[in-house]
């Protein structure tokens, strides 16, 4: 299988600190790949260089054959990037949201509503697309948040937890969701505190921890270091790689 | 640069979709305006003097009996008196003295003692007018002309004492007869005349323009805190890994507060003209460019302001800070002309101040278009000087 994102030695430093280490890993095409790490390991810094927002420091990532570094209009092309945090318009629909990000990426308005519609459709919110997104539920507000990140007909998405704090019929609709998308063609780059759902959805996972990517394999290989993969669970698998000590 | 003209046009046509949908941001930027345009007219409209006579002060020196008992000096301020142009007050020279010395009174006309005495007996009389350091000019100019015109009547009269006492004696002097002859309408008279009537006081003339320029800079400064919202919740680095680029979030989110201003324009001036009767002067169309200027540079400082704040509430801090310094200093709450000279001076380092000076011109001056061409340039200047400080500074996410 073709390597989709290949990262290169990736740095950044921000007042001194090394938020990202000499980071290099690929993902290949199709692949839901998980990148877990305690809190301030550099995941987010991370997504952010490879989403094109944030300039590496050092090293440098191709996406789908184009340097993010050289090639930014290219790469923006091809992703699309769900936040950690719910980054909309709770004022707008749900409808007007992704209309509005639809163009902005590019699209005509028609397009952009037909294909608002489809995705709200995908997401189940097709029902409440005309409701202003503040009346929404947290899960509710998920989903616009992954819808919008739908609306670049991306070949690569990015999720970075898009699961925090909603129900658990929520979160089922949303790993169906990216299980479909991925059957579609489109490669997923993960990121949880949520190792079970790690364990369910990614092919592989990369661990980080302190800015350095100090894990690399399938859940069922990482947990064979570990112990035995029937019976380990990937949260031990977690523990025994970044230890037990408490993160800010 | 079509693209970049495009996403920045999208992105401000959404800016408007939520300010629309703000209704109580609506009610600040166009309602709150006209409720201070009001009560700050009312409150202002009694500053316009109810009595328009000429107000003189005149004293005299208490040294001659005669003086008080109905001598030339008695006479003319009796004369004064019953004129329907002036308000003569009169003083004790001692009293007058004083209230000059501690700044109650800016001036006074001062008849000697001996007055009556001198001018009869033909040696010269000196009236004196006395006027504070700073006294204003046309307090000055007023008492000139009241000393003048007395010196020339009585120098008349004067002249017939002395042609009297010539031929007839000194003992020929009638006293009451001279005061006749004062009386006496002079050869030569003048006539004032008032035609038409005199408009109102309107203080909504310079009420509306100030509110206007205040509240407009207040919600283009607002507009800091939305995009510091929008770069802590990851809109905006999502619009840019969506392919939008830097300068088109800048200029869209300018256009945005453009329109906001252009919206409060629009309700606003139509509002004081219906409402509050306000005059455009004589050159509408120069009131309307300086109200665009002034929008352009509003948006751009908004913008401005975003780029140099972090967090949402130093924006809203900043926002509310800048606000409320420039708009007093800028001559939003009052009319930059009736304020002291070191506050004019600190007035021209806002565009606050240039618009109202401008607008004041207009509005209450009678200036016509050209007269403001230097408050145009100057607020394009302001604008573009707080757009280029945008574009280098701007930040898409917050400080790390």
Known sequence: M??????????????????????????????????????????????????????????????????????????????????????????????????????????????????????????????????????????????????????????????????????????????????????????????????????????????????????????????????????????????????????? | MRLLVRQAFILSAKDMRVFVRDWPGMAFALILPLVFVFGFSLAFSGVGPDDERLRLAVATEESAAEESAGGLSRQTLDALAASPETDVREWDAGEAAAAVEDGSLDGYVLFPGD????????????????????????????????????????????????GTAELAGPAALDLAELGRLAEAPPLISFSIERVGSREAFNASNFTLPGYLTMFVFFIAAMSAEAIARERQTQTLERLLANGARRPAIIFGKMLASLYRGFLQLAVLWPAGIFAFSIDFGVSPVAVIGVSVMMVVAAAAFGVMLASLVGSVKSATSAAVFTSLTLAPLGGCWWPLFVAPEWLQTLGLFTPHGWANDAFNKLMLFGAQGADVAANLAVLALFAAAFLAVALLRFRSAPAT
């Not at chain 1, 000499?22 to 790490?37: D, H, M, P, T, W």
């Not at chain 1, 990015?158 to 059957?183: C, W």
């Not at chain 1, 949260?235 to 970044?242: A, G, R, S, Y």
């Open chain 1, 2 to 248: 073709d390597d989709f994102l290949a990262a290169d030695n990736l740095s950044k430093r921000f007042d001194g600190v090394q938020a990202v280490d000499s980071v290099s890993f690929a993902i290949r095409s199709q692949e839901i790949f998980g990148l877990l790490g305690p809190n301030g390991a550099g995941k987010t810094t991370t997504i952010r260089m490879l989403s094109t927002v944030l300039a590496p420091d050092g090293g440098d990532v191709e996406i789908g054959g184009y340097s993010v570094t050289r090639e930014s209009d290219e790469v923006r092309k091809r992703i699309g990037v769900c936040p950690q945090e719910l980054a909309l318009y709770p004022e707008l629909s749900a409808s007007d949201n992704l209309v509005f990000f639809g163009r902005m990426a590019g699209l005509s308005g028609r397009e952009a509503k037909s294909l608002a519609a489809d995705t709200l459709e995908r997401v189940g919110l097709a029902d409440r697309a005309k409701d202003a997104v503040r009346k929404y539920s947290g899960g509710m507000k998920r989903r616009v948040n992954i819808a919008i990140a739908l609306m670049s007909r991306p070949q690569l998405l990015f999720l970075d937890e898009p699961t925090v704090g909603i129900d658990p019929q929520s979160r089922n609709h949303i790993f169906d969701t990216v299980l479909a998308l991925r059957g579609e063609g489109m490669t997923v780059l993960y990121t949880t505190h949520y190792m079970e759902e790690a364990d369910r959805l990614c092919d592989r996972i990369g661990v980080m921890d302190n800015g350095r990517l100090i894990a690399l394999g399938a859940p069922a290989e990482l947990k064979a270091q570990v112990g035995d993969p029937a019976t380990t669970t990937l949260e031990e698998v977690f523990l025994n790689f970044t230890g037990r000590s408490l993160r800010d």
């Open chain 2, 115 to 162: 007055f009556t005495q001198r001018v009869l007996s033909g040696g010269g009389a000196e009236i004196r007018v006395m006027l504070a350091g700073g006294a204003p000019p046309e307090t000055e100019a007023a008492l000139r002309g009241l000393a003048s015109a007395v010196a020339g009547r009585i120098g008349a009269i004067s002249l017939i004492a002395q």
